[in-house]
């Protein structure tokens, strides 16, 4: 029923998230809230004059998903919100600055649908069927669309907001082995223009492509751990038609736990962790719980 290991640290870059693919029965309701901090280090493009900047980011997530049949097979449906609170700090132009921001991220709505596996099922043939093929995979495919409607304004270097539209195609497979399930999702970050960067100029950026694997154990019913890794490549970005030399390669690991609270409630609990191979990424580890209900 853990299905929101991703709510909390989806503040954070990419999403690391296990149990992305896994089957649920149809006609089901979740909704969660998760909290998490962020922290590390982030490095500018050298013309901004921007030096030695850290950030400490800490942020609220809300989260609904739907569950329902389509051509008689498993789709779902994720609307996800989020809040956050910052601080960045650093040397600007050689002198110490700061600066805090508040307010909403962009919102994330995301279908996805299960092509492979099993038909679509209720809650009781739902638990017939797992206990009975306690070895099976899964595949889907998903689309995931990131709307501009955090705060934004285009005097400021730094915002929540990143006033554009972003479009991710996903595939992901699971397979689940007895207690284990391995799982890998493929996707691809394709990012709108944003006509309102910094003093005026018009950002592009190219496709950032990401892939991302997991291991999860289950314990007991609603008890299990994941550990997870991920590499993202790609996403030159163009400031008024001036390309820049700040493709992201960036290395992912996460740990995650999922306690249960009763049948229908549970927590996540979440570490996760990015390093850099390029000059102008950042290097964070966020900390995060979520809880959920299903109903």
Known sequence: ??????????????????????????????????????????????????????????????????????????????????????????????????????????????????FFGSSELGPREFRQYMAEHPVNTTAGFGVSVTMPTGEYRDDRLINLGNNRWVIRPEIGLLHQRNKWQFEFTGSVFIFGDNDEFWKGTVRKQSPLWFAQGHAIYTFRDGLWAGLSGGFAWGGRSEINAVRKDDDSRIRYWKMTLGVPINARQGLILAFASGRSNTLFDSDLDALSVGWSLMF
């Open 1 to 114: 029923m853990l299905v929101l290991a991703g709510l909390s640290t989806n503040l954070f870059g990419q999403e690391l998230q296990p149990r992305r693919w896994a089957m649920l029965p149809s006609g089901i309701n979740f909704i969660g809230i998760g909290t998490g901090w962020a922290f590390g280090n982030i490095n500018f493009d050298p013309a901004l004059l921007i030096e030695d900047a850290e950030v400490d980011l800490g942020g609220v997530a809300g989260s609904y998903v739907r569950t329902f049949g389509l051509f008689e097979r498993q789709a779902r449906i994720d609307i996800t919100v989020n809040y956050a609170n910052g601080y960045w700090r650093g040397l600007l132009d050689g002198e110490p600055a700061s600066v805090r921001r508040s307010g909403f991220g962009d919102a994330q709505l995301r279908f996805s649908y299960n």
